[in-house]
């Protein structure tokens, strides 16, 4: 198993652009998230899915969209990034209470 | 305002030490507290799991603790090792609420020969 992997592992980006983080997650489980992780900080969650097709919006939802199309793939997108976003990005896979991360997708943005 | 606070921010041990990191809490109605164990670089990891009912759990070396009357928990390390340099963060959920997952701010550990 691989667990929950995130590409890419690094991006720059400048301001207006727009991506998308692709999570993949293979043990099957029904409950994705996306936090962001700044300094000093606690991790704050963006938006989570209870499973496919459905999306809910987290603690820090501005300027970010997800989709579930797939129950094994959360993908997070920005449609015009910004010097804000600059953070470390973690997907997560949870079944019950236990959650598993991925190594995280760190994104710069100028 | 549901929030975790950690103590210390950052901690130096000795190689073979043991140290104990502490976690506060206002977290309600409280679900369960876990401990993760982050290096750097890497995701979360998971140590410990404890409900309302449970007092204290072990994983190995890390042993945590909840009071769940004053709403603290601690998580104890013994015979620290060069490898238990990370951060550890203390999390906490509210009751059957997918999104109300309060993590704290970590504290950051480094274990030195």
């Known amino acids: 198993n691989a667990g929950v992997t995130q590409t890419p592992k690094f991006r720059v980006l400048k301001t207006g652009q727009s991506m998308t983080l692709l999570c993949a997650q293979d043990?099957?489980?029904?409950?994705m998230y996306w936090y962001r992780q700044d300094p000093g900080m606690g991790l704050r969650l963006i938006h989570y899915s209870v499973g496919e097709g459905t999306t809910a919006k987290g603690e820090v939802p501005d300027g970010y969209n997800v989709s579930r199309l797939k129950k094994q793939n959360f993908l997070l997108g920005l449609e015009s990034a910004a010097p804000s976003q600059t953070s470390v990005y973690f997907c997560?896979?949870?079944?019950?209470?236990?959650?598993?991360f991925g190594p995280g997708t760190r994104l710069t943005v100028t | 305002k549901n929030q975790v606070e950690q103590s210390p921010q950052s901690l130096i041990i000795l190689e073979g030490k043991n140290c104990t990191l502490q976690c506060n809490y206002t977290v309600s109605p409280f679900s369960n507290l876990r401990w993760y164990k982050q290096d750097t670089g890497r995701g979360p990891v998971s140590l410990t799991i404890?409900?309302?009912?449970?007092n204290t759990k072990s994983n190995g070396r890390y042993t945590a603790t909840l009071d769940a009357d004053t709403k603290q928990s601690s998580l104890h390390i013994t015979a620290s090792q060069l490898s238990d340099s990370a951060s550890y963060i203390c999390?906490?959920?509210?009751?059957?609420?997918?999104?109300?997952?309060?993590f704290g701010p970590g504290t950051s550990l480094s274990v030195i020969p």
């Open positions: 043990m099957n489980h029904e409950y």
């Open positions: 404890m409900t309302f009912s449970e």
């Open positions: 997560a896979s949870s079944y019950m209470v236990e959650q598993y």
């Open positions: 999390v906490v959920s509210a009751r059957t609420s997918y999104d109300k997952v309060i």
